[in-house]
């Protein structure tokens, strides 16, 4: 595989504005020249610390969640998710996600992959995503509006909401995580 295009210089930033949005984001604007000296502004969505994913597997059943998701105004199959507290490694953030929204904690962590984006043309979110097992009861209190239900599908299920064209599993993280914890577990 030839990954020399990745090696090409990057655009040169001209100026860089920061404007808080909201509560939540922060839009960057950057003024960037390309190597053929055209000019663009692009906006991105700025990240924090960056965040996790966890899939939680018991040994029989991935542990899928069912979270409101605004953007589509429906709720959504999902995995457990959410930010890096400044200070926090990955894996810590990854256990402590898991007790604050499904009340689990794992005693084995494994990385599925240091490193995935998601819509890297204009969100800069870094997230890391682990296999999580040997689960035990642990609640955390956590920021969530309401609990998260817990929706526990086995392996050959998982290959359904993975390959079925209709599939109520949608969201590609969740998709793309999943197949990596088949494919870890050697399901796949």
Aim: hydrophobic share 40%; charged share 30%.
């Amino acid at each position: 595989m030839d990954l020399s295009a990745l090696e090409k210089p990057v655009p040169k930033i001209l100026d860089r504005r920061r404007n808080k949005v909201s509560r939540f984001f922060t839009v960057d604007e950057l003024d960037l020249e390309f190597s053929n000296n055209t000019r663009r502004t692009y906006e991105r969505l700025s990240g924090g610390n960056g965040a996790i994913l966890a899939v939680p597997f018991d040994g029989n059943d991935f542990y899928l969640t069912s979270e409101y998701a605004c953007g589509f105004e429906r709720y959504e199959l999902g995995f457990v998710k959410g930010k890096i507290d400044a200070g926090e490694d990955a894996a810590t953030a990854c256990n402590r996600e898991l007790e604050e929204e499904i009340g689990f904690g794992a005693k084995n962590i494994v990385l599925l992959r240091r490193e995935m984006t998601v819509a890297p043309g204009m969100l800069q979110l870094r997230m890391f995503t682990y296999l999580c097992t040997d689960l035990y009861p642990k609640i955390l209190v956590g920021d969530e509006p309401e609990p998260i239900a817990i929706v526990k599908v086995s392996p050959a299920e998982a290959k359904d909401l993975i390959f079925d064209v209709d599939s109520p599993l949608t969201e590609s993280r969740a998709i793309a995580c999943l197949t990596l914890a088949m494919r870890k577990l050697n399901y796949l």
